[in-house]
């Protein structure tokens, strides 16, 4: 093999191994070893929290009286869960309080407070409101529970049961009946509000029969 030839072979060859080395580099430009990949993980939007405010988030905790006037008892904690159910009496749920239990009618709703043993029920719908911080009434009718009470008015007997009765009309014509009833022990200070245009914690209707009704059906524990 001459000179020229053997020049000739070997520039064919470096020109082989270039073109070779350059598509290896070309290949790996190109592929992503196995494990030395970057993941770009999706954005997912989490769907709103909505938080319902509650209708007595504004009533705060510092104030103790009743649309009646009447100051709520702040020595009434609530020590011992009350118990509900549906009523012995026909047409009845119950609100079972320490020494107490009340029957009230299954289209009425209670409210019960979380700082007092007072309670409030609502004739016109029959949702149940529980555990509440309770300040101002919301509801037309209004159960205080207390261990005294100063009361004027007629006085008279209801289920066994002594009850000063007293009804009074504002300016603003709203009427509250009112009732303060002798449970031994416990007292009760129930009211009822009448107002026409149905302002807050009032009726259009006055309940004052069932409330007489509910004092006639209470029961107290040891009582015959």
Known sequence: MD???????????????????????????????????????????????YVTPSPFANLGTTSNIASNGATLPSGSTNTTAPLQGTGSLAGTKIY??????????????????SNSKNIEFDPTSNQDLPQVVCNIAVKPITVLVSSQLSCSGTTTK?????????????????????WCVDLGVTKLDITDRVAATGARATATQDYSSQIEQLIQNIKVAGAS
């Open 3 to 49: 000179q020229r030839t053997r020049q000739i072979m070997v520039g064919a060859l470096a020109v082989f191994i270039v073109v070779v080395i350059a598509a290896i580099i070309y290949y790996l430009t190109k592929t992503t070893l196995p494990g030395s990949s970057t993941q770009t993980a999706a954005v997912v939007t989490p769907p709103p929290f």
């Open 96 to 113: 079972n309080r320490d020494n107490f239990t009340i029957y009230y009618p299954e289209t009425w709703g209670l409210l019960t407070c």
């Open 158 to 178: 209801i289920g066994g049961y002594t009850v000063v009765k007293s009804s009074v009309t504002k300016d603003d014509g709203i009427t509250t009946n009112r």
